[in-house]
């Protein structure tokens, strides 16, 4: 991939841009723009991770997998986040696979830079803490909401995570993968979709799904959507009008 200097002067993940000017230049000699393409494998369950990534456009699952080959989706990382946690928490393998379900690029560092750096303390240790902190926030609503809420609220949920983490109504998404991320079978998917459809809040062609109505689809989503979106804002944004936007 060519690289675009103005990516390092200016990155788009937004984790890299909320760093100090000192602090991120430190990190830049050991940065490097890498395309994510479709369905690549950026670390295995149970095998070391050797690089972290800050991804920009692109979409990254972190999945689990069962004996049966079956997959659930933990949770979607994008522009907002970055895929490796695991180096900074004292270990460097996980149970969990990241696997790029958009592609697109990200800024890519070695895991024992980074954890080197994150060692030193400071503002990228605070920032880096208080995002796994909103991770963690994340997936214990998401135990909750696939326990509690309906097929459609969490559907609608999950389309607008991807939304806002693409910064896009439009995305190229198939039936069979987001039935994998839902844990769940693709005729509940298809039953799921076609009524978010009929009531005019998405459309749903050829693998693209397009965000119709978003007001509607956020009121038909539970409220773990906002809560998630909060808890982002709280630890990881900026005051604006609307801060929830600022880390999705």
């Given at each position: 991939?060519?690289?675009?200097?103005?990516?390092?002067?200016?990155?788009?993940?937004?984790?890299?841009?909320?760093?100090?000017?000192?602090?991120?230049?430190?990190?830049?000699?050991?940065?490097?723009?890498?395309?994510?393409?479709?369905?690549?494998?950026?670390?295995?369950?149970?095998?070391?991770?050797?690089?972290?990534?800050?991804?920009?456009?692109?979409?990254?699952?972190?999945?689990?997998?069962?004996?049966?080959?079956?997959?659930?989706?933990?949770?979607?990382?994008?522009?907002?986040?970055?895929?490796?946690?695991?180096?900074?928490?004292?270990?460097?393998?996980?149970?969990?696979?990241?696997?790029?379900?958009?592609?697109?690029?990200?800024m890519q560092i070695n895991a024992d830079i980074?954890?080197?750096?994150?060692?030193?303390?400071?503002?990228?240790?605070?920032?880096?803490?208080?995002?796994?902190?909103?991770?963690?926030?994340?997936?214990?609503?998401?135990?909750?909401?696939?326990?509690?809420?309906?097929?459609?609220?969490?559907?609608?949920?999950?389309?607008?995570?991807?939304?806002?983490?693409?910064?896009?109504?439009?995305?190229?998404?198939?039936?069979?993968?987001?039935?994998?991320?839902?844990?769940?079978?693709?005729?509940?998917?298809?039953?799921?979709?076609?009524?978010?459809?009929?009531?005019?809040?998405?459309?749903?062609?050829?693998?693209?799904?397009?965000?119709?109505?978003?007001?509607?689809?956020?009121?038909?989503?539970?409220?773990?959507?906002?809560?998630?979106?909060?808890?982002?804002?709280?630890?990881?944004?900026?005051?604006?009008s609307n801060p929830a936007k600022k880390f999705?």
């Amino acid at each position: 991939m060519s690289l675009d200097k103005n990516l390092f002067q200016q990155p788009s993940n937004k984790l890299l841009a909320a760093l100090p000017a000192s602090d991120y230049e430190r990190l830049v000699p050991h940065l490097k723009l890498v395309a994510l393409p479709l369905r690549k494998v950026l670390y295995e369950a149970a095998e070391p991770i050797a690089q972290v990534y800050f991804p920009h456009k692109a979409v990254v699952s972190i999945v689990t997998a069962m004996e049966d080959g079956s997959t659930v989706e933990a949770r979607l990382v994008s522009n907002g986040g970055m895929v490796g946690i695991p180096v900074i928490l004292g270990d460097n393998t996980t149970t969990t696979t990241g696997l790029v379900q958009v592609s697109g690029a990200a800024m890519q560092i070695n895991a024992d830079i980074l954890k080197a750096e994150f060692n030193r303390g400071g503002a990228i240790q605070i920032l880096l803490l208080r995002y796994v902190q909103a991770v963690y926030s994340e997936l214990a609503q998401g135990t909750a909401c696939n326990r509690l809420h309906t097929l459609e609220e969490r559907l609608a949920r999950w389309l607008l995570i991807v939304s806002d983490r693409l910064e896009s109504e439009d995305f190229p998404l198939t039936q069979e993968f987001v039935s994998q991320m839902l844990g769940v079978r693709r005729s509940g998917v298809t039953v799921a979709a076609s009524t978010l459809s009929r009531a005019g809040m998405i459309s749903y062609q050829r693998g693209n799904i397009s965000i119709l109505n978003r007001e509607d689809l956020e009121a038909t989503s539970c409220e773990c959507y906002q809560v998630i979106q909060n808890e982002f804002a709280r630890l990881l944004g900026k005051k604006s009008s609307n801060p929830a936007k600022k880390f999705f």
